[in-house]
Structure formats: structure tokens, C-alpha cells
């Protein structure tokens, strides 16, 4: 399977062209809207792939929810920072 950036990429565009939209947990939890996904991001080893992430998702205008496990190789605080100022659940 191809898991980079690119490909992940148009997955999201062709999701949006199908007519899905993306909700946080807490924006569904609230309002759920009619096909809806909700993505969510769990950060384990690799932070700056998940802030890469999050600015794929910001540029097409999509939030999603991003945990980040309390150890070191993930908890980075100035990427966590970075990840919600785009919008993003943390």
C-alpha cells in the first residue's frame, strides 16, 4: 500500500468530490452531519509526520483529531502547538 503524503492527499479530495465532509469528535458529538468522517490521528513514534498531516488537512480545509501519546518520542509540545493552531482537536 502506498502511504505517503501525496496519496493521502487525494484520498482526502476525492472524499470531499464525493460529497463527505469531516468532523473533530467533539463537532460530531455536538451537530453529527449526514456523511460525515471523522478523522483521527493517534501520534506514537513520528510528531512531524502528524504536523505534516495536519497541514494537508488545513489546506483543504479539514480538521481532524490528533492524540498524542505521553512519551517522549511523541510528546512534543511544539508540534502539538503548531497542530492546534491549525484547527485541529487535540
Do not use: W
Not at 455536538?30 to 509526520?49: A, G, T
Amino acid at each position: 500500500m502506498d502511504f505517503t503524503l501525496i496519496t493521502y492527499n487525494t484520498l482526502l479530495v476525492s472524499l470531499q468530490k464525493q460529497g463527505f465532509s469531516f468532523q473533530t469528535f467533539e463537532s460530531f458529538i455536538q451537530k453529527p452531519k449526514q456523511k460525515c468522517i471523522i478523522l483521527r490521528h493517534d501520534v506514537d513514534r513520528l510528531p512531524q509526520n502528524a504536523l505534516e498531516t495536519a497541514q494537508i488537512e488545513n489546506e483543504l480545509g479539514i480538521t481532524g483529531s490528533y492524540y498524542f501519546r505521553t512519551i517522549p518520542k511523541s510528546f512534543n509540545e511544539y508540534i502539538i502547538k503548531q497542530i492546534a493552531e491549525l484547527g485541529h482537536e487535540i
